[in-house]
């Protein structure tokens, strides 16, 4: 069992800046692919970004935010980052981290394909 938990949400006005990190317990972190997920009010929860285990350095981030938001990952601190500029009143949400432990050969970007979730973070971006 892997436990998540995100921080750094917060508000912020348009135009703004947030970094969401999102600490792991356990071991096996840099074998998990990792995910960010959101969830805005009477909304799906929809992929944002993910970032390939190691030793691969691939990520995948949704259309709405790509050039906008960062992912990195630092194994050696069991943390995920989510580095969001340029943030518009739409981003507003709650942000979900969350692991993929299957080792498959892709890059998960659905729901299903990730095994542990955080509690969420929220993040709310003004006009």
């Known amino acids: 069992q892997v436990r998540l938990v995100e921080s750094g949400g917060g508000s912020v006005q348009a135009g703004g800046s947030l970094r969401l990190s999102c600490a792991a317990s356990?071991?096996?972190?840099?074998?998990?692919?990792m995910g960010w997920f959101r969830q805005a009010p009477g909304k799906e929860r929809e992929f944002v970004a993910a970032?390939?285990?190691?030793?691969?350095?691939?990520?995948r981030y949704a259309d709405s935010v790509k050039g906008r938001f960062t992912i990195s990952r630092d194994n050696a601190k069991n943390t995920v980052y989510l580095q969001m500029d340029s943030l518009k009143p739409e981003d507003t949400a709650i942000y979900y981290c969350?692991?993929?432990?299957?080792?498959?050969?892709?890059?998960?970007?659905?729901?299903?394909?990730?095994?542990?979730w955080g509690q969420g973070t929220q993040v709310t971006v003004s006009s």
């Open positions: 970032i390939k285990r190691s030793p691969d350095i691939i990520s």
């Open positions: 356990g071991s096996v972190f840099s074998t998990y692919d």
């Open positions: 969350a692991a993929d432990r299957s080792l498959r050969a892709g890059l998960g970007i659905l729901r299903y394909e990730y095994h542990y």
